[in-house]
């Protein structure tokens, strides 16, 4: 079973929000540097259970990925475990910005290549710059994932 990091308002959402709690999932406050829903991921991951993070942070509009927040890329360096980038095409039509609730549309999901982290030492620190690669790297991979998910809905 799959469990999912998410923003608080998604947690907040009717049906939507019960069905994370009900996968186990946990909420993450986007405004600040959330050290418990951190901690929580660190622990889902180290037990090997999968966890699902959103990196752009947000649904958006258009054919580009926005830029990725460093989160997931953080917590899988120090759990030490791979990044799986997943590409959604259609998602958008399913459920734009500013709808309650998403409608049935044709969508696509493509799964990527897993990205490593580089294996560290027990005890060392997670560097910045293993961070920002794995956070380009990430970017890249879910912006080609993303572009043939969407091809394939006829996007």
């Not at 946990?26 to 050290?35: A, I, L, Q, W």
């Not at 799986?84 to 998602?91: C, E, K, R, T, Y």
Request: glycine content about 10%; some cysteine.
């Amino acid at each position: 079973m799959f469990r999912f990091m998410g923003a608080e308002s998604y947690f907040a959402t009717p049906g939507l929000g019960w069905f994370l709690r009900s996968t186990g999932g946990f909420p993450v406050e986007r405004s600040s540097t959330d050290r418990e829903a951190m901690r929580l991921a660190e622990d889902v991951l180290r037990s090997g259970e999968p966890l699902v993070v959103f990196p752009e942070s947000t649904r958006h509009s258009g054919p580009e990925v926005q830029p990725l927040k460093d989160g997931a890329a953080f917590i899988a360096a120090r759990a030490g475990v791979p990044l799986v980038p997943v590409g959604i095409g259609g998602g958008e039509r399913s459920w734009p910005k500013g709808q309650r609730l998403p409608r049935p549309t044709r969508m696509s999901i493509v799964v990527g290549t897993p990205i490593c982290p580089t294996q560290r030492e027990t005890g060392e620190r997670v560097k910045r710059s293993e961070v920002r690669r794995l956070s380009a790297e990430l970017q890249r991979s879910i912006q080609e994932l993303f572009d043939t998910a969407q091809q394939r809905v006829g996007l």
